[in-house]
């Protein structure tokens, strides 16, 4: 294989594209500052589940937290793997 007999062809097809494609770009106007985003419906559903989420986090049950911290630290903290995959599949999107 002769790669070396190639690479300045390849260097000025490249630098032929690189120089031809800024020509033809024109300056940013400010037509491109007032564009707008639109989510989809479930990125609208999405994001207000969020915002519930962040708003009820003093709904935290502090005892329960330290409970299972505590499980956790000590090394006794189990989890049922059968009800965890049974969640699980009884997840609807």
Do not use: C, W
Request: proline share 1%; charged share 25%; aromatic share 6%.
């Amino acid at each position: 294989m002769f790669i070396n007999n190639h690479i300045q062809s390849l260097a000025s097809v490249y630098g032929a594209q690189a120089v031809g494609g800024t020509k033809g770009r024109k300056p940013v106007t400010k037509s491109a500052e007032s564009s707008s985003v639109q989510l989809s419906t479930q990125a609208q559903d999405f994001s207000a589940i969020l915002q519930k989420i962040r708003s009820k986090k003093d709904d935290v049950r502090m005892d329960r937290v330290e409970e299972l911290e505590s499980q956790i630290s000590a090394g006794t903290y189990k989890i049922d793997e059968k009800a965890v995959a049974a969640s699980m599949l009884n997840m609807r999107y």
